[in-house]
């Protein structure tokens, strides 16, 4: 699976929107950007994921560049409870296994009020 | 619909001590992989399994883990003879069946993880 690089950290007003990138050059056709999140002690929870297009659900929206190097992850009014641990995931879609993930260090989003 | 159930939510064993973590994936769920999470660390996969099968255990150390996923029951991580550097959270994920060409895809469900401390 591809390797992805993410801040380490981001801050953000409670209220605004926030936008977490992850880099992902080495992304390969058939590769699909998932994004899951870890709050403080809990197990990690699905967020999102695309392909290529981009992607919204009722908890956040993602944004795929055209060549698919890297994409943007919004929590569009990011509340407290939004703090949390972010992973941005790349994975083979079709013939691979669907919980088989590689977690890097993810981006630590500390949403203050 | 409930999640991935994993128990015990904590766990305590002295050195030398057996450890047995439980999963209960979700309904319908099949396949099930355990991950662990060092203190100020990411997850590591471990092990994946189907019922009754182990299919990938490349991250699995080579001494005193192992799993199982039998056709009754939960899924169980066994750690024998404990030591210090096994302390950490151990989650554990279920999903539904691979992905195949035409099937709409889907995601992994994580449980609350069991955190084990080897004192």
């Known amino acids: 699976d591809a390797k992805t690089t993410q801040p380490t950290s981001m801050d953000c007003a409670e209220g605004r929107a926030a936008n977490l990138p992850c880099n992902h050059s080495?992304?390969?056709?058939?590769?699909?950007v998932y994004w899951y999140r870890q709050i403080h002690s809990q197990g990690p929870q699905y967020i999102i994921h695309?392909?290529?297009n981009n992607e919204t659900n009722e908890m956040a929206s993602l944004i795929i560049t055209e060549d698919r190097k890297s994409s943007t992850l919004i929590l569009p009014h990011a509340t407290l409870r939004d703090t949390a641990v972010y992973y941005c995931i790349v994975r083979v879609g079709r013939g691979s296994t669907l919980g088989r993930l590689y977690f890097g260090r993810g981006t630590q989003l500390t949403v203050w009020p | 619909n409930a999640g991935v159930m994993q128990n015990p939510r904590h766990l305590v064993r002295r050195r030398g001590q057996e450890a047995r973590l439980r999963c209960s994936p979700m309904?319908?769920?099949?396949?099930v992989y355990w991950y662990r999470q060092l203190p100020e660390e990411g997850l590591k996969f471990m092990v994946y399994?189907?019922?009754?099968?182990?299919?990938?255990e490349s991250g699995m150390p080579k001494e005193r883990f192992s799993a199982e996923f039998p056709k009754e029951g939960p899924s169980i991580l066994r750690i024998q003879q404990v030591v210090r550097g096994d302390s950490a959270a151990y989650f554990c994920?279920?999903?539904?069946?691979?992905?195949?060409?035409?099937?709409?895809?889907?995601?992994?469900?994580f449980g609350q993880g069991t955190r084990l401390t080897v004192v």
């Open positions: 080495t992304i390969s056709g058939n590769e699909y």
């Open positions: 399994l189907q019922k009754e099968n182990i299919i990938d």
């Open positions: 994920a279920s999903s539904l069946q691979t992905e195949r060409i035409g099937q709409v895809n889907t995601e992994a469900f």
């Open positions: 309904k319908g769920h099949s396949h």
């Open positions: 695309g392909l290529k």
